[in-house]
């Protein structure tokens, strides 16, 4: 008893449909996952290019951000800390050994404070 042709094609594209699925999931697992680029951007302290960043003088400079807290690193990146992501928004020129590696204030009049940890 011949198949009919619809069978025989629906025979056909199950097979290509579970191929496709082994292939992909083959090079999901092939892949290391900290190699992925999405992953580059969960480390909080991931800092952009500076380029994308709007640059400051100065740490009082900064009273033009948003009120919020915020975390300066070792080389001026400023990272907003009240989003779980932490991410890069400005970068600092001019900071002194003091203003490095501390969160700072901003409040909504735009005043800079220091958080005392």
């Known amino acids: ?34 190699n992925l680029t999405g ?10 290019a500076s380029s994308n960043l709007a640059g400051f003088k100065t740490i009082g400079d900064l009273a033009t951000l948003s009120a919020g807290t915020y ?8 990272y907003w800390a009240d989003d779980v992501s932490e991410p890069a928004v400005a970068k600092v020129d001019f900071i ?5 590696n501390r969160l700072i204030y901003i409040d909504k009049n735009g005043n800079v404070g220091y958080i005392i940890s």
């Open 1 to 34: 008893m011949a198949q009919n042709k619809r069978e025989r094609h629906f025979r056909n594209a199950l097979i290509v449909i579970i191929l496709a699925i082994t292939i992909v999931l083959l090079a999901f697992l092939g892949e290391d996952i900290r």
């Open 39 to 48: 992953f580059a951007t969960a480390n909080p302290y991931y800092a952009p």
């Open 71 to 78: 975390y300066i690193d070792q080389s001026g990146i400023v």
């Open 96 to 100: 002194d050994e003091n203003q490095k």
